[in-house]
């Protein structure tokens, strides 16, 4: 049985002050946490320390959200696993649209970061997801299918097996139009059957595949609830306390 894995990606929000006073906000309710339900929170790299601080000895994990495939030298405003690992990051998620569209990540690019990112020891979070245009076209399966196969060139069984990959529609994310759980479950679907072609059906059994865009409390437990879908990226439901803790708890309904 896959766990569900719910994670906060709070993109470019929250000062350190602002971030102080949502983590407080949310160590309230850690009790709250499902015990099969591992819940992420992703603040800007600014917040990364002070995070790990607060959240010390609590249920949350922390991650970032990007990070750099050299282990360090001369790469102006890039962070390395190893300083992410240095401020308490046991995830980072990798190759978010909003790195590929607005930064010019490519495949190859997100390649050697989820590289890094597994050998550095930290549980990478890989995002795919095709464009409404791409949508649209029917070519989501290929968008896909290129995007995850670039991702995880090179990348061993054992090392696919604890990758975490998001589904992400480029058109659902910051839109408040999320994929129908059926549209969500026939890409997850799609993306476990590609893992269990490129590896084994035991392999692909074990990926967690997340969903994200514009998931919310209210629905959230009908997504969560299809076979395919291991849990959530949430974006901008998960900078308040009472809308990610309706999304962590609709894992149990
Ligand atoms: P929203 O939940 O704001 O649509 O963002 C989703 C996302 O991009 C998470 O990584």
């Not at 819940?39 to 600014?46: A, K, N």
């Not at 405003?77 to 992410?84: F, I, P, Q, R, Y």
Request: charged share 25%; net charge negative; hydrophobic share 40%.
């Amino acid at each position: 049985m896959r766990s569900k894995v719910i994670a906060g990606n709070w993109k470019m929000n929250k000062d350190a002050d602002e971030s102080v006073e949502l983590i407080n906000g949310l160590l309230t309710r850690g009790a709250e946490i499902p015990a099969a339900v591992t819940v992420v929170l992703c603040p800007p790299f600014t917040s990364l320390a002070i995070a790990h601080r607060l959240l010390d000895g609590s249920p949350f994990f922390l991650g970032a959200q990007n990070m750099h495939y050299e282990d360090e030298g001369a790469f102006t405003g890039e962070v390395s696993a190893a300083m992410l690992k240095s401020v308490g990051c046991s995830y980072v998620i990798l190759g978010h649209s909003e790195r590929r569209q607005l930064f010019g990540e490519t495949n190859e690019l997100v390649n050697r970061k989820l590289r890094k990112a597994l050998a550095s020891g930290l549980t990478p979070i890989v995002c795919v997801g095709e464009t409404l245009e791409e949508r649209e076209r029917e070519v989501t399966e290929q968008v896909i299918s290129v995007q995850l196969k670039g991702a995880l060139k090179d990348v061993s069984e054992a090392d696919v097996a604890r990758t975490i990959i998001a589904y992400e529609p480029v058109w659902a994310i910051g839109t408040g139009r999320n994929a129908t759980p059926d549209q969500a479950q026939d890409v997850h679907r799609f993306i476990r059957k590609l893992i269990g072609q490129m590896y084994s059906w035991t392999t692909a059994e074990k990926v967690v595949i997340q969903y994200g865009g514009s998931v919310k409390p209210d629905n959230a437990a009908g997504l969560l609830g299809k076979p395919d879908i291991d849990g959530a990226l949430v974006g901008g439901a998960c900078l308040k306390v009472e809308s990610f803790f309706g999304i962590v708890k609709a894992t149990s309904l």
